[in-house]
């Protein structure tokens, strides 16, 4: 078991080497211009430059993607547990979330600028608004897929509500609960990167549009590595937990 | 226990009593009837077969029984007397065609579960909870997750949970339904044990006319279309019921009668 996790593990690595090698190639035979396409070594190179304070901005944008990750999944299982509980506040709630929903939250961040004007919290709440919806989705409908007849079994013995809620439903929930927070890790990504081209002072995204002035594209690369690698780190943390708490057969993958 | 005037009469005492049992449903207006005219007595302890096309109010009779549904007005549906007395919402245990097992829980956990909702002590529930494991022959299982498990062995599982609250009636609707044949058959032979050894009250659900003959000391027939009870037929074969029964003279008569009955002849 152990040991084929580790092979796993390798052959992941292994691509990504060779992923890198492929792009050393390109660059390297096809002798493109370094303002086009910088070699991996270039771009690399380029987080020895102080000026662009990667700490700094990496640590900006990471903050801003989980802080709207986390609040998307506590607001998306906390709303999906009242639609749950309350037919009024499914009937009444839901048709104004989906229409909110429709709403491009690209299209949202001017007004949330004007509103907030711009820095770290503004992005949170884009992030927010981008992750939360399938969080809710999912959770809901993970809370309603009981089997009917479970339900009959357990009602026979009169089972309250609360028991049935927390012995069934939650608990079947969770592997459609992980499942929407992968997808919503993915997104509140997107947003944060979202809210700082739209307006910002710092992260990542920021720092893009500074060296796109300068034509400086490895530095442009680097930090769309870094921000990768924020999405990787919240997806990873995301398996993990799942792996913790969802037994294996009940994982939706 | 309360002596009665009438000793026999309490002898004869069904545990429990149908009559005149219907039920209409309404659907977008329209009425239907899902179930007429069941009149029978099962007697505690005894191994009752409800056999019968789709449609023929079988598994609507398994719900009344459970108390899931009320029966129409004018239906009497007593289980249980004095000298044996029915809890509704205790003394009953369901096992239906799919496992239904809770995947996140282990074999063991998934037994406990009608104990854990009626609150009984979790001590005395696991001590039994093992034993059933053992009678259903998983004791070797109760630390696995029922994605480890067979279909057959998950299905036995669902039996043990169904009896782990002691209840005086277990329901059972097309238990081995999506079992295949061979284990299907197995299944029966293991039923019937289980049945001898722990004395409850069985009704079991089938559109499987052998398997109906097979395990049940009687069988009821429901016809469809419409929905009505057509027969109460006592199966007279030897108590110690094994597979080479089936090929009998006797079983091949009970089978044709019922294939008669339901217009299969």
Redesign the interface.
């Known amino acids: 078991m152990q040991r084929k996790t580790l092979q796993v593990a390798g052959i992941a690595l292994l691509a990504h080497l060779l992923a890198l090698l492929a792009w050393h190639l390109v660059v390297t035979v096809g002798k493109v211009p370094a303002f086009i396409l910088p070699s991996p070594a270039a771009t690399f190179a380029t987080l020895g430059n102080a000026r662009y304070d990667w700490w700094g901005n990496t640590a900006v944008t990471a903050v801003e993607i989980m802080g709207g990750f986390a609040i998307a999944t506590v607001l998306g299982v906390l709303f999906a547990l009242a639609f749950t509980w309350s037919r009024l506040a499914l009937t009444l709630l839901m048709p104004l979330l989906i229409t909110f929903n429709m709403i491009p939250k690209v299209a949202l961040g001017p007004l949330v600028i004007v509103w907030m004007s711009y820095g770290v919290v503004t992005n949170i709440v884009i992030a927010f608004a981008i992750a939360f919806f399938p969080i809710l989705l999912t959770t809901l409908r993970g809370l309603r897929e009981t089997?009917p007849?479970?339900l009959?079994?357990?009602?026979?013995?009169?089972?309250t509500r609360w028991?049935v809620f927390t012995?069934?439903q939650l608990?079947?929930s969770?592997p459609y609960l992980f499942s929407g927070m992968k997808v919503g890790s993915v997104l509140a990504v997107a947003g944060a990167i979202v809210g700082e081209f739209i307006g910002s002072e710092a992260g990542l995204g920021y720092l893009m549009l500074q060296v796109q002035v300068r034509l400086d594209t490895a530095a442009m690369m680097m930090s769309v590595l870094l921000i990768s690698l924020i999405g990787i780190i919240l997806y990873g943390l995301v398996s993990a937990l799942e792996a913790l708490v969802?037994?294996?057969?009940?994982r939706l993958g | 226990m309360p002596v009665s005037a009438d000793p026999m009469n309490t002898e004869a005492a069904p545990f429990i009593r149908l009559r005149n049992v219907a039920k209409t449903f309404t659907r977008d207006g329209a009425e239907f009837q899902a179930l007429s005219d069941a009149s029978f007595d099962i007697r505690a302890g005894e191994f009752v077969c409800l056999v019968g096309p789709s449609g023929c109010g079988k598994s609507t009779l398994l719900r009344i029984l459970a108390g899931l549904l009320p029966a129409n007005a004018g239906s009497t549906v007593s289980i249980g007397s004095p000298a044996d007395p029915f809890r509704p919402g205790r003394d009953v245990g369901i096992a239906f065609q799919q496992p239904l097992l809770l995947k996140w829980r282990r074999v063991l956990e998934n037994v406990m579960l009608p104990a854990e909702i009626l609150g009984l002590p979790m001590r005395e529930t696991r001590e039994r909870a093992r034993d059933l494991l053992n009678l259903v022959g998983l004791s070797q299982a109760e630390r696995k997750y029922p994605y480890e498990l067979s279909g057959g062995m998950q299905q036995r599982v669902a039996i043990a949970r169904s009896l782990v609250h002691d209840p005086k009636l277990v329901l059972m609707d097309e238990p081995f339904g999506a079992l295949d044949a061979l284990t299907r058959e197995r299944m029966n032979v293991e039923l019937l044990r289980i049945w001898e050894k722990s004395g409850k009250t069985i009704v079991l659900v089938t559109h499987g006319i052998g398997e109906a003959v097979f395990l049940g000391q009687r069988v009821v027939v429901l016809t469809a279309g419409p929905a009505r009870m057509a027969a109460d037929i006592p199966i007279e074969l030897p108590p110690q019921r094994t597979l080479e029964l089936k090929t009998s003279e006797a079983f091949g008569a009970y089978s044709r009668r019922i294939y008669g009955l339901l217009g299969m002849s």
Request: glycine residues 10%; without cysteine; hydrophobic residues 50%.
């Open positions: 089997e007849e479970l009959e079994l357990v009602g026979a013995l009169h089972a028991q012995k069934i608990p079947g969770l969802v037994v294996r057969d009940a």
